[in-house]
Antibody, heavy 119, light 106 residues
Framework: QVQLVESGGGVVQPGRSLRLSCAASGFTFRNYAMHWVRQAPGRGLEWVALIWYDGGNKYYAESVKGRFTISRDNSKNTLYLQMNSLRAEDTAVYYC????????????WGQGTTVTVTS | SYELSQPPSVSVSPGQTASITCSGGKLGDKYASWYQQKAGQSPVSVIYQDTKRPSGIPERFSGSSSGNTATLTISGTQAMDEADYFCQSWDSGTVVFGGGTKLTVL
């Protein structure tokens, strides 16, 4: 079955970096756009980034632009999120999500990985 | 920046119809999606492209859009439908979520 498994979360100090991974299985990864979405404790969903199926186009939320980089390795069926210059407000559960037949719909979500930025 | 507005909470009695609205200036030109998130779980897509229902989603979930408002309707609401619901759309390559609506089934 279609599955997304995030990893790489943890506790990190402000200003430091972290790289999240999302391992995909059960579908042809290289054919679909992928998203990162986060959810701060007790808050709603916040879209973070989108990457086209071939990595040719990338889009970011204003709140992370210039600090976060989305990428993918289609040979490894893996999505990444490189997070630099982390801030306390980046503390959240980070989900990867598969774009659907309409790229802006997220039809499958992972279980999430928690990032805590604290000194 | 583009924003989507949802009511913070909606209450419904079991078996009744629940409607959750999502308002945004560009919804008249853009598709909307809806996600259900139960406590402690990941979101699940329940409606996409305004009216389409993913496989496995019960028929009691439906979506509509008129003008700058998208609506998620749950007919014959069940206790298991109690959850947070988020609308979502896009503009200029970026994605935006509404603030979410907590559906309580009383």
């Amino acid at each position: 079955q279609v599955q997304l498994v995030e990893s790489g979360g943890g506790v990190v100090q402000p200003g430091r970096s972290l790289r999240l991974s999302c391992a995909a299985s059960g579908f042809t990864f290289r054919n679909y756009a992928m998203h990162w979405v986060r959810q701060a404790p007790g808050r709603g969903l916040e879209w973070v980034a989108l990457i086209w199926y071939d990595g040719g186009n990338k889009y970011y939320a204003e709140s992370v632009k210039g600090r976060f980089t989305i990428s993918r390795d289609n040979s490894k069926n893996t999505l990444y999120l490189q997070m630099n210059s982390l801030r306390a407000e980046d503390t959240a559960v980070y989900y990867c999500a598969k774009g659907g037949e309409w790229v802006y719909n997220m039809d499958v979500w992972g279980q999430g990985t928690t990032v805590t930025v604290t000194s | 920046s583009y924003e989507l507005s949802q009511p913070p909470s909606v209450s419904v009695s079991p078996g009744q119809t629940a409607s959750i609205t999502c308002s945004g200036g560009k919804l008249g030109d853009k598709y909307a999606s809806w996600y259900q998130q139960k406590a402690g779980q990941s979101p699940v897509s329940v409606i996409y492209q305004d009216t389409k229902r993913p496989s496995g989603i019960p028929e009691r979930f439906s979506g509509s859009s008129s003008g700058n408002t998208a609506t998620l309707t749950i007919s014959g609401t069940q206790a298991m439908d109690e959850a947070d619901y988020f609308c979502q759309s896009w503009d200029s390559g970026t994605v935006v979520f509404g603030g979410g609506t907590k559906l309580t089934v009383l």
